[in-house]
């Protein structure tokens, strides 16, 4: 017994007598050793089968602004909500959203550009008498003011701003044209008429 008491003493004393840098080796060596977590590797953007075919054909197809190529197009592309645009030439540009969350083929069907009416051309302001056969002629105006009066010979040209009253003692020998639009001979050939000329009014 008194051979384990003194053991005992002695490793007592070992202990608090020992140096403080060999205990705080003892210690760090005791301790585990803690390694830093390594960075989580995201995981790649789904991504899916997408067709567009258009009508009419060759349609220039844009999906998020990027142009994708002329329909029909098939490509893989990333899952999600995508906007989708087509336009061609002659017709009118479609845009929508899309759901890409699984494959998909979408045929879109452009609606015509509506057709531009022609510029209406204005309405004629000058009356011109074609001289065919001999004949004597008048032209005023609405309130009498003389313009024109002698015998024309055929090929003579007489052009008036309208409105003009025209007299002509061989209707069938004036051919007469409001603007560029041909009203024919005035009458038969030797009669006698008056015709009052006036501008037509523009149609709305």
Excluded at 44 to 51: D, E, G, K, N
Aim: glycine letters at 8%; charged letters at 30%; a neutral charge.
């Amino acid at each position: 017994m008194l051979v384990l008491a003194l053991l005992a003493l002695f490793a007592g004393g070992y202990l608090l007598l020992r140096p403080a840098s060999e205990a705080k080796a003892s210690e760090a060596a005791e301790k585990p050793v803690e390694t830093a977590a390594e960075p989580a590797v995201p995981a790649p953007a789904a991504r899916v089968h997408l067709r567009v075919d258009t009508e009419p054909p060759g349609a220039k197809v844009y999906l998020d602004g990027y142009f994708l190529g002329a329909a029909p197009v098939e490509l893989e592309v990333e899952a999600g909500r995508r906007l989708l645009r087509v336009e061609a030439e002659g017709h009118l540009p479609h845009e929508q959203p899309v759901d890409l969350n699984e494959d998909r083929a979408i045929t879109l069907r452009l609606v015509p550009k509506p057709k531009e009416k022609p510029a209406e051309a204005p309405p004629p302001k000058t009356l011109t008498l074609r001289i065919t056969e001999r004949s004597w002629l008048r032209v005023t105006t609405p309130e009498g003011k003389r313009l024109y009066e002698r015998t024309a010979t055929p090929g003579t040209e007489l052009t008036f701003e309208l409105p003009v009253v025209v007299k002509t003692g061989n209707a069938g020998g004036v051919r007469v044209f409001l603007g560029k639009k041909d009203l024919g001979p005035m009458g038969k050939t030797g009669e006698v008429v008056t015709r009052r000329f006036e501008a037509p009014e523009k149609t709305r």
